[in-house]
């Protein structure tokens, strides 16, 4: 599995940002799809996951409200639509594909987003 995200960038308080993540390679619905960020001197954390099986995403309770995980499978395209952005949000997102039942986890490049007036 290959991933590239796409649609980071500088963007002003309050504004929005969607994320794009491509995938390549098998089985895109076998796996469960996820965002995370890391700033600067952070730890990488969660920040919007959907299952594999569909059901109803989840979020970091920092992003609830504002951001949005959704796929489409046809194009095995997954996004995260982040709207309200505040500066505490800068960072760089990055894109995840597990499938934790075979022990497989693959991650993109990642994407800068600074939120900045």
């Known amino acids: 599995v290959h991933l590239v995200e796409s649609g980071g960038g500088f963007v002003q308080p309050g504004g929005s940002l969607r994320l794009s993540c491509a995938a390549s390679?098998?089985?895109?619905?076998?796996?469960?799809m996820s965002w995370h960020r890391q700033a600067p001197g952070l730890e990488r954390e969660l920040v919007a996951i959907?299952?594999?099986?569909?059901?109803?995403?989840e979020y970091a309770d920092s992003v609830k409200g504002r951001f949005t995980i959704s796929r489409n499978t046809a194009s095995q395209m997954v996004f995260l639509q982040m709207a309200n952005l505040k500066a505490e949000d800068t960072a760089v997102y990055y894109c995840?594909?597990?499938?934790?039942?075979?022990?497989?986890?693959?991650w993109g490049h990642g994407t800068q987003v600074t939120v900045t007036s």
């Open positions: 390679g098998p089985f895109f619905t076998w796996y469960d």
């Open positions: 959907i299952s594999s099986d569909g059901g109803s995403p």
């Open positions: 995840n594909l597990a499938w934790p039942s075979r022990g497989e986890s693959h």
